[in-house]
């Protein structure tokens, strides 16, 4: 089977169990993003690696868009995620939700392992407030051992599948960038 084609189907299974256990904890807490929100994404500093955005550029690729998307991306200074569309009418802002990336799944229902081995749920100042009532049972469910979603674990599978395209974090536009540009140097060569 081809390289690319075996990489891509590894991250996507990665992201699948993710959403699977991502939607589990959102049942038994209830917890949930504010209708068209997005919020989160307009965060300027976020980052990612290649290859949590390599399932992004391989679909954008087969769908003929890989130089439009390239050229925007390479002559873009905004910093803020270039696949956000703000005008979207739909749940959240993202114009390519399915091919999100790692960090866009896991922000809100997943947990960090702080200096104690204790699980902290990470989310956004909007849930905590909005939802607190919610926000609090999930993190005292979260201490008596309910399962959620550990980042750093997410990212040790990937790292496994492909560690030279996880191995740095980049802004996510470059990590954007970084993800077209290796499935067109891939298939230049095929």
Not at 40 to 66: G, M, N, R, S, V
Request: charged share 20%.
């Amino acid at each position: 089977m081809d390289w690319m084609v075996t990489q891509v189907q590894a991250v996507e299974k990665v992201f699948e169990s993710l959403d699977a256990s991502i939607q589990q904890f959102q049942d038994n807490t209830t917890l949930h993003c504010r209708w068209g929100c997005g919020k989160c994404c307009f965060k300027p500093d976020i980052e990612a690696t290649i290859l949590e955005f390599l399932p992004f550029a391989y679909h954008i690729y087969h769908q003929q868009q890989a130089e439009n998307w390239l050229e925007k991306l390479r002559q873009s200074k905004d910093s803020v995620c270039l696949i956000l569309n703000p005008t979207s009418a739909a749940a959240g802002l993202c114009s390519q939700y399915p091919h999100r990336g790692l960090i866009c799944r896991l922000f809100g229902y997943s947990a960090r392992t702080n200096k104690y081995q204790e699980k902290e749920l990470v989310t956004c100042a909007i849930i905590k407030t909005e939802q607190s009532a919610a926000y609090h049972q999930a993190q005292i469910a979260i201490q008596q051992g309910w399962e959620v979603p550990v980042m750093n674990q997410y990212y040790m599978q990937l790292h496994a599948i492909d560690f030279d395209l996880t191995r740095e974090f980049y802004p996510i536009n470059r990590a954007l960038q970084l993800a077209l540009e290796k499935v067109l140097h891939y298939y230049a060569y095929r």
